[in-house]
């Protein structure tokens, strides 16, 4: 004889919802599939309206000086040219001459306070972008913001304290913004080295962790003593 918790429960399970029919796996399908047209068109669409951006800025500003000398348009002239001035300007300032002119120039920036930060911070930030030495050095793995949880770090330099110990200085980024996050400072022997490269790094933390590489160095490796592997360290 069934209990009344018995009967209640052989009833919920006989009343439960019926299994999904032909048009309810329908729409889930139709949603998913519009969702991965979304998905993948996206970036194209998002990277053409970018270039069209960019070359319709510098056509506004080059068009109303060349338009009237040449007699028509050229769609595209004003990249072309601002492309021409960025090299040469680059070629300008690598050269000692040019050195000098914009050390002078930043100089005389450093006398007004508000346009200094903005220009001394931009000028960091593209540092670091560039991945060149004064930039972001490797890809780095921290036990924080507790144990047993792993953040991506990206490697900026290094020092040492009067008492000999070193410290390397990591930037924790932001996601999905990694052009701002934190500086600290970590013992050698708790900063660990990965196998990505920055721009893998890069990649997983604009993604927020959905592009990563198949396999990841994350975290320390252990021997079967429990140490930690010193060669995985930095």
Not at 10 to 33: C, E, Y
Not at 213 to 229: C, D, F, L, Q, T
Request: positive net charge.
């Amino acid at each position: 004889m069934n209990t009344p918790v018995q009967e209640n429960k052989t009833q919920f399970i006989k009343s439960g919802d019926p299994k999904p029919g032909f048009w309810h796996k329908w729409k889930i399908s139709l949603r998913n599939k519009i969702l991965a047209g979304i998905i993948a068109l996206t970036p194209a669409v998002l990277t053409i309206y970018f270039i069209k951006l960019f070359i319709t800025f510098f056509d506004k500003i080059v068009s109303p000086i060349l338009d009237p000398l040449i007699g028509f348009h050229i769609p595209g002239l004003g990249l072309i040219i601002a492309l021409v001035v960025i090299y040469l300007l680059g070629l300008f300032i690598t050269n000692i001459l040019g050195k000098s002119l914009l050390s002078v120039f930043e100089k005389w920036l450093n006398y007004i306070p508000v346009v200094r930060s903005i220009y001394q911070t931009t000028k960091q930030v593209l540092s670091a972008l560039s991945f060149s030495k004064a930039g972001f050095e490797k890809v780095v793995f921290i036990e924080y913001p507790r144990k047993n949880v792993w953040t991506i770090g990206f490697m900026t330099g290094e020092t040492t304290n009067h008492a000999g110990k070193r410290f390397y200085s990591v930037f924790l980024p932001t996601t999905p913004n990694p052009t701002s996050g934190w500086v600290l400072f970590f013992p050698e022997d708790e900063v660990y080295s990965s196998d990505m490269s920055v721009e893998q790094g890069l990649k997983a933390i604009i993604s927020a962790g959905a592009i990563l590489p198949p396999e990841a160095n994350v975290g320390p490796a252990y021997k079967s003593s429990g140490s930690i592997m010193t060669d995985h360290s930095i």
